[in-house]
């Protein structure tokens, strides 16, 4: 068997948003920052907490009101072309 074939497994410095830091052991060689960890997540902490940090929820809306948008003028268009029968 190789020993050559499988990448480094270091110890890396984890950050949360919430300023929680911890180490964990990793392929990835470097520190790495997440948005939510076990010391905010509200399923350990029993608080809700709205995490939409990015805006997520509403780039998710207006992606799909364009969808809808343009879905409209091709029902329209289905509608107006189909031959009764």
Known sequence: MKSTGHPA?????VTCSCGHQFKTASTMGKPLHIEVCSECH???TGKQKILDTA??????RQKYARGA???APAAAWTAATSHPA
């Open 69 to 71: 948008k343009a879905k």
């Open 9 to 13: 497994y270091t110890e890396i410095q």
């Open 55 to 60: 805006g997520r929820v509403e780039k998710f």
């Open 42 to 44: 509200p399923f350990y």
